[in-house]
Structures are given as structure tokens and as C-alpha cells.
């Protein structure tokens, strides 16, 4: 099956920019879904389709899909981006979901 | 206001069964992909199965390990998605969450807890 795989964990100061990648064979021939899940809570949905926001979703957030590697970038980043963020895809073979592991996003 | 409440969790034996529900409001459900996604404590998100609109098909797919085990119905009257879960197991303890989408969630509930210990 299809496997995808993300750090484990990123760091980085407020107001900069955190670039979190999910790498896959071709996964640039894929279409990449992220989310973002803070303790306790369901995992939200901030990028679709590679690179779109659903409403609600800051301009902050953005995302990038070529090669083996999608990523997504979080740009001003603020104390309350701290969370775990997914990557998903669809296994074209089966139609099954798949995620990443997950990282862990820190804010200094 | 989109929204989705799981419900049905608790604590149950290796080899037992249990039945979750996620009710659904504020948009169209009949024509919703319906999708179960797990958390085992700690870890990260695991699909479990979804089942198609009855205009798509109304077909189920499963993720292998609870396949066979695990049967995701909806009853469109009822605005409700349903997960039985039979022959469950300890590593079967998570977090369950349905979220509604095609081929990702768009929409999420807020989980309910399934604990499987003897």
C-alpha cells in the first residue's frame, strides 16, 4: 500500500515561516489533502486539492504538490498554529485513504 | 451549521461488539461520501472504511485491518452514518471519528472513544 511520510516534528519562531513536507513515491502525481489537529480536538481540514483553503482557512496556509514531495507552508506563523498536521492522499490502487504519520508543529 | 456528532462509544471486551452512530446536520446527507477515521491513543489518524452515496452506489470500502469485521451502513431517512463493530480487538481502541467527504474530510465530528480491554 501507499505510504506517506512526514518529520516527526518541526520548529520554528513566531512570524516566520514553517514548511512542513509529506514525501511519497510521485506523490506529485497525486492530489494531497492536509490537516491540522490541535490536542483534544478533531482534525480540521486547511488545505484541499494540492493547494486550495477551504473558507475560514487563512492565507497563511498554502500548500505545494511536485516530484516525491508535497509541503505544506505556513507562512507569519502565530501561537495558535501550534498543532499536528497531516497529509492524505488517495491510494489509487484500492481508493483507500492514506496519512502521513503526522508532525508536530512547535512555535518557539 | 455543518455538523457531525459520533456516539456509541465505551468500554468493551476483546471479542465483543459495539455500534457507533454520527449524526449528521446542516447540508445534504444523501448526497455525502461518508468516511470512519480512527486515533489510537497517541498516535496518528488511521482510515477505517467509507461508504458512498446511494446515487454513487451506496458501496462500502474498509481498510484490511477491520475488514470483515467492521460493517459502515447509513440510513439516509435518519441523516445517520453507522459503524458495527464485531470481534473487536485491543488494538482496535482509538478515537473513532466519521467525517463526511469524497476522497478526503471536509468535515469532521468530534469523536467518540472506543476502549477495548479485558
Known amino acids: 500500500s501507499y505510504v506517506l511520510t512526514q518529520p516527526p516534528s518541526v520548529s520554528v519562531a513566531p512570524g516566520q515561516t514553517a514548511r512542513i513536507t509529506c514525501g511519497g513515491h510521485n506523490v506529485g502525481t497525486k492530489v494531497v489533502h492536509w490537516y491540522q489537529q490541535k490536542p483534544g480536538q478533531a482534525p480540521v481540514l486547511v488545505v484541499y486539492d494540492d493547494s486550495d483553503r477551504p473558507s475560514g482557512i487563512p492565507e497563511r496556509f498554502s500548500g505545494s504538490n511536485s516530484g516525491n514531495t508535497a509541503t505544506l507552508t505556513i507562512s507569519r506563523v502565530e501561537a495558535g498554529d501550534e498543532a499536528d498536521y497531516y497529509c492524505q492522499v488517495r491510494d489509487s490502487s484500492s481508493a483507500h485513504l492514506v496519512f502521513g504519520g503526522g508532525t508536530k508543529l512547535t512555535v518557539l | 451549521e455543518v455538523q457531525l456528532v459520533e456516539s456509541g462509544g465505551g468500554l468493551v471486551k476483546p471479542g465483543g461488539s459495539l455500534r457507533l452512530s454520527c449524526a449528521a446536520s446542516g447540508f445534504t446527507f444523501t448526497n455525502a461520501w461518508m468516511n470512519w477515521v480512527r486515533q489510537a491513543p497517541g498516535k496518528g489518524l488511521e482510515w477505517v472504511g467509507r461508504i458512498k452515496s446511494k446515487t454513487d452506489g451506496g458501496t462500502t470500502d474498509y481498510a484490511a485491518p477491520v475488514k470483515g469485521r467492521f460493517t459502515i451502513s447509513r440510513d439516509d431517512s435518519k441523516n445517520t452514518l453507522y459503524v458495527q463493530m464485531n470481534s473487536l480487538k485491543t488494538e482496535d481502541t482509538a478515537v473513532y471519528f466519521c467525517?463526511?467527504?469524497?476522497?478526503?474530510?471536509?468535515?469532521w465530528g468530534q469523536g467518540t472513544l472506543v476502549t477495548v480491554s479485558s
Open positions: 467525517a463526511a467527504g469524497y476522497y478526503y474530510g471536509r468535515v
